[in-house]
């Protein structure tokens, strides 16, 4: 490396040590109505080869093993659950583990992303490294469901860390390579988030340990993850990022209130959420007080955000002013939920119409969904920038994926290569569009030593957004199916000659779905059972079709949203928002060293 080039960066470290309060900008992008700042440095005076560094390469190993295993310690056991249940269980608490989980991620993601900007990134990863190999050792030896759910919670805390991925990724690159360097971390997802229906049922059938494998894979993975932050992962220290200020100073002046607020009202508020119609009735007194005091919390929450005198407020509230990242934010959210209305409905839209009790078959047709959501996020971020006009790649994608999803409503159970290619392709263009809000919520962002807290919100607004999608969607399918299944299977099957007082036992064995519940129904033939199940599956049909219906309806707002966001081609620069360190031979941060390397 030149001697000019190294006085440069040498120049730009000294700044960033010395500066009292925050890293001071090197550089700006302008837009068009505010400059963008925060950014450490500018790819053309960066050393050659410094992006070919072990450094650089093992830290986004990092971050991909890191994302691996936060997906993979829920998606791979999710559709598991009735199997497990009927090892360690059975448990009607069985319904916690699907709860706990992304319930996590909605406080985590924002708290993590705060966190991290104030303290630094490196330790706190490195220990959600831990945490997630420890949850994932007690889910693989539970031999119990409440055990299994305890594990599931030190899981998703630590996955918060692992949904990260957007900012820590994101930061390390040129502003114009953001895009695909999401894309790249997609594909570490492929195994454990695409295709984990068909691997979780694999495991399940080919390995001794069974669904155990499951987190097996994860404590794995975690450690491996967890290896590669602690040799190669070295972003500003603290030092680096508050100079002479000590972590003291810096904790004293922490939203401990703020803190407090969010996590207690948005935890209460989605436990209202995702107890209704699962846990306890609707209309019973633990969802709707938990809802109003959730709700009330999180109203208190911004007012103190808002109002009280704040040196480092949990969440910056100028963020929601910046309209390109709220629309960003909005569009990600409400992409999330499409995807969970199919992801709710199809896989047991697949099991009921198509597999005929093929369990594998079952599995590979529910990646449908989770597939081409991973397809799209990966196509769409390695072509963002090569296309440019994110706002009309959006709306494009968003109007014609929501129009192909909404077609799956047609589907029969004489015919489903038509519906699976409309879902297939359909979700394709709805991950194409939220791999680019992704790390626009990222982009936009005007001061970028905040991308941590901004992304870090945008995930917690996503997974709550999620969690209210997923009740509503839930809450339609099942009044559905209580409405659909009795009105068209009883007189089906009264006609077929069942005798009219089995009518009652048959639908419970359609309930169970197993050769034994169907046995006992009194006068059930195989001429009279092959009558019912033609029946069977039109009730569901009726009932899936209003599900994707009401998809339309988040559809429909992602699109109206699509209309107003941002446009960034002008903001695809050079520009590196943080480099990573290493230690000189006085025992110092630097810069220069690890650069050198290349």
Known sequence: MDASKAERIEDKVNNHVANVEHVESTSKIQTSDKSLTGFESEESILPKGYFRSSFFLGSMLAIGLNLMGGVGGFALAAPLLTVINADIGPNLNITWVPLVFPLCLSVGLALVGRLTDLFGRRWFLIGGQVLGLVGAAVCATAKNVPTLIGGTTIVGVAASTSLSFSFLASELVPMKYRFIAVAYLYLWVIPFSGLAPAIGNLLVIHTAAGWRWCYYLMMIIDGMAGLAYFFFYHPPTFHMKHGRHSRMEVLKNFDFVGTFLFTSGMVVFLLGISWGGSVYPWKSAGPIASIILGFLTLLAFFLWEVYAPLKEPLVPMHLFKNTGWVISVLLL???????????????????????????????????????????????????????????????????????????????????????????????????????????????????????????????????????????????????????????????????????????????????????????????????????????????????????????????GVAIILACFAPNVDSLMTGQVATLLHTKDKGGNDTVVDKMQEG
Request: hydrophobic share 50%; charged share 10%; glycine share 10%.
């Open 333 to 555: 959210s409400i992409g999330a939920s499409v995807y969970y209305g199919f992801s709710i409905v199809w896989p047991q839209m697949a099991a009921v119409l198509y597999a005929d009790g093929d369990s594998t078959y079952a599995g590979w047709m529910s990646c449908a969904v989770p597939g081409g959501i991973t397809l799209g996020q990966i196509v769409g971020g390695a072509l963002a920038k090569i296309i440019g006009k994110t706002r009309y790649q959006i709306l494009v994608v968003t109007a014609v994926g929501g129009a192909l999803l909404a077609g799956v409503a047609g589907a029969s159970p004489d015919s489903k290569n038509l519906p699976l290619a409309l879902l297939v392709v359909g979700c394709v263009l709805i991950g194409w569009m939220e791999s680019l809000t992704q790390t626009l919520s990222g982009i936009c962002v005007y001061d970028q030593r905040e991308i941590g807290v901004a992304v870090g919100i945008a995930g917690s607004i996503r997974s709550a957004v999620s969690s209210v999608a997923t009740t509503i969607y839930s809450a339609v399918l099942s009044n559905r199916l209580a409405q659909t299944i009795p009105a068209i299977i009883s007189p089906a099957a009264i006609s077929a000659g069942l005798p009219a007082d089995s009518v009652a036992s048959l639908l419970k064995a359609f309930a169970l779905r197993t050769s034994s519940a169907f046995d006992t129904v009194n006068g059930l033939t195989p001429e009279i059972l092959d009558i019912v199940t033609s029946a069977y599956k039109e009730a569901n049909i009726k009932a899936y079709q209003t599900v994707f219906f009401t998809s339309i309806a988040f559809s």
